[in-house]
């Protein structure tokens, strides 16, 4: 399930805008995963004049601090469906990809739930996006989108190593952070 988080910062200093995120992580080995809190923060950098949002422990632990970058709110789809260990997914309007070059992006709001995740599409035409589904996950009744994240705290970890399997995003267009499972 996503979280959502109105970004409503109170003006360019302090206080900085705050909320807690859940974030899961992975053991090595099997383990079961670990989820924990951490308390989000954006701060204004008046010498770059950018936000940046900061990620740390309950403990006050940084685990991270970047520029803010946000991500679309996606491309509608109008059609998709399954053959053969592939799916084809259709956008509402041209998705801007170059065709034949692939490119990770992320399917939501789609039914069945199989269609949805991170998945490497290849654009093979303007509206057209192709990506490797193992199984058929069913006929599709919601298209939902497809969106290109950049995930805030991809290739990160907790405090103990552990690299994080939930993704923090900011869309940029509503104004709001999205936190996933």
């Not at 988080?5 to 992975?26: C, E, H, K, N, R």
Request: glycine share 12%.
């Amino acid at each position: 399930m996503t979280t959502i988080t109105p970004f409503a910062p109170s003006g360019v200093a302090s206080p900085p805008f705050q909320f807690q995120a859940t974030l899961t992580s992975q053991p090595p080995n099997g383990a079961p995963a670990v989820t924990a809190v951490y308390n989000v923060t954006t701060t204004w950098n008046l010498f770059g004049k950018r936000w940046y949002v900061n990620v740390l422990a309950l403990d006050g632990t940084p685990i991270v601090t970047r520029g803010l970058v946000g991500s679309d709110t996606g491309k509608q789809l109008s059609a998709l469906s399954w053959a053969g260990g592939t799916a084809t997914a259709t956008t509402a309007a041209p998705h801007g990809y170059k065709v034949g070059r692939p490119v990770m992006l992320t399917v939501s709001g789609a039914t069945p739930s199989g269609y949805n995740g991170l998945v490497q599409c290849l654009p093979t035409g303007p509206s057209t996006l192709t990506f490797p589904l193992a199984s058929d996950p069913g006929t599709a009744t919601v298209f939902g989108s497809v969106s290109y994240d950049v995930n805030l705290v991809g290739g990160l970890g907790d405090e103990a190593g552990n690299p994080f399997t939930s993704t923090l995003v900011y869309r940029a267009p509503a104004k709001q952070f999205e936190v996933s499972p």
